[in-house]
């Protein structure tokens, strides 16, 4: 009998089970990196405090100081007064539409309850869960986005000005596996993050309402889509941190360094988009902003912007100056936001193929 060697009798390697040991090896790197413990703290402290202060500054029920109660019966007694000039005037609309839709050109008819009402005057409101919470999912979600972004710049740029991207080549010479493999735990590590990130503000939000706030009308509660609506938004901004990671990991793999490639997103959004703003907001560049696709990707909806400017006559022979806006949804954000990256990720891939590592 012949003897059989101890390699073949062990199980031999499959691409799976080499790739993963290596995922969760840059995964373990990227969440025992002091910056990223240090940013993850900073980060859930501050949701923490801003949910508190939301918390004290709620109240069950609207209450008035006697100062506040003045005020507000001192301008509803005005708003009533002047009531009835408010009703000629929208009848004089009325009377002036001719064939025109009536409630797009004069709104609807004022009544008393157009006035002031005492929420506008108390310093303290109920925590109103249907228009608070998604507000919450999208401020932490932008906060998670500046997370991720520091964290995707040091992660590719520390290891070139440590040299230890030649020592991992030793170990992994295909460059394009080891870049992806990096960049899926970087992603991977930016969506976990900004799930638990999310979680905890969505929590403590419904806390607050619960304890200090409404969940709807009593006799209508939230919306029937409320909670798709708001998975949607948790959803959307889980994505967008995974974008902004990978955009600052492919800025810091073209510039190899982590410095430069925080100076070139500063630049690009402190000066670039601001000139831009400044030099082309009438042919519609809006549309095109990073920051602005960003929030647009994931604010419900998406965000109006400025399409064009156009020199309107007025009747006495003069022109005025319009704004023509735009809606521009979550679809189309993200498809602009996608297409960015390509822009960067695909030199930052040529370049780290190709480009000499030492």
Not at 67 to 76: I, M, N, S
Not at 93 to 111: F, M, N, Q, W, Y
Not at 174 to 190: D, G, T
Not at 199 to 213: F, N
Request: with cysteine; glycine share 8%; aromatic share 8%.
């Amino acid at each position: 009998m012949s003897a059989v060697g101890l390699d073949q009798l062990s199980p031999q390697p499959t691409p799976a089970n080499r790739a993963l040991p290596h995922l969760r090896s840059e995964v373990s790197r990227l969440t025992h990196r002091r910056l990223y413990r240090a940013l993850v703290v900073l980060l859930l402290a501050g949701i923490v405090v801003i949910s508190l202060v939301a918390f004290l500054r709620s109240a069950a029920e609207v209450t008035l100081t006697p100062a506040d109660r003045q005020r507000y019966e001192q301008d509803l007694a005005l708003f009533a007064r002047d009531l009835p000039q408010f009703q000629d005037g929208w009848e004089a609309c009325v009377a002036g539409a001719g064939s025109a839709d009536v409630a797009e050109v004069c709104g609807p008819r004022p009544t008393l309850a157009d006035g002031p009402r005492p929420e506008f005057y108390a310093s303290a409101v109920p925590y109103d869960a249907a228009e608070n919470l998604p507000s919450v999912l999208v401020a932490v979600t932008m906060a998670s986005v500046m997370l991720a972004f520091l964290l995707g710049a040091s992660s590719g740029g520390a290891e070139w000005s440590s040299r230890s991207m030649t020592l991992q080549l030793l170990w992994e010479p295909r460059r394009l596996r080891l870049l992806a493999l990096k960049w899926a735990a970087l992603a991977l590590v930016s969506a976990v993050t900004a799930a638990v990130a999310l979680a905890v503000g969505l929590a403590l939000g419904a806390v607050t309402t619960s304890l200090r706030g409404s969940w709807g009308p009593p006799e209508q509660g939230l919306p029937d889509s409320f909670w798709a609506d708001l998975a949607g938004t948790a959803g959307r901004g889980i994505v967008l941190v995974v974008l902004a990671a990978s955009f600052a990991f492919a800025i810091a793999m073209l510039v190899r360094n982590t410095g430069a490639a925080l100076g070139t997103a500063f630049v690009y959004f402190a000066v670039l988009e601001n000139a831009v703003r400044i030099v082309l907001m009438r042919f519609g560049s809006e549309a095109f902003m990073l920051s602005t696709n960003a929030a647009a990707f994931v604010v419900p909806g998406g965000v109006e912007v400025p399409r064009r400017v156009v020199e309107t006559p007025d009747p006495a022979g003069g022109t005025f100056t319009d704004t023509v806006m735009m809606q521009l949804g979550n679809g189309r954000a993200f498809l602009t936001l996608l297409g960015y990256l390509l822009v960067l990720a695909v030199p930052a891939v040529w370049s780290f193929t190709r480009r000499d590592v030492s």
